[in-house]
């Protein structure tokens, strides 16, 4: 499935959209500067997120409160290895029933779940941007 955005101000639509799909685990995938961590703002404020919301780069994972949920907000751009997404105990936070928000998780390929959301953002140009879904039931799909 497919969905183009035309403008910033379409993110809140988008992030609906995405929620549609009954997932709570997505991936996301993109070049640095797609929008990956904007749309999961927007995703979070559709979840009821109050206060600021931000890139987990550094700390890793962030963990929000939502009206009804929690949500985690993973970046794994900067770790070195899977073994470090272990050792902070990515996977109990996974299997948690929370919402999960994976940003990078190219770095992570062993230690995606059987069942989540793919979410592809991909550059068309300044403010458009391309989202390919794919509710991926298996990790050898």
Known sequence: MQYFIESESQLPKAAHWLLQHNQKVFMFYGQMGAGKTTLITHICKQLGVQGHISSPTF????????????????????I??????????YEEYL???????????????????QNYL???????????????VKDVTSKHL
């Open 59 to 78: 700390a890793i994972v962030n963990q929000y409160l939502g009206s009804k949920n929690i949500i985690y907000h993973f970046d794994f751009y900067r």
């Open 80 to 89: 070195k290895n899977q073994q470090e997404a272990l050792d902070l105990g």
């Open 95 to 113: 299997y948690s029933d929370a919402y999960c928000l994976v940003e990078w998780p190219n770095k992570i390929p062993d230690l995606l779940p």
């Open 118 to 132: 793919k979410v592809e953002v991909e550059i068309l140009d300044n403010y458009q941007r391309k989202l390919t």
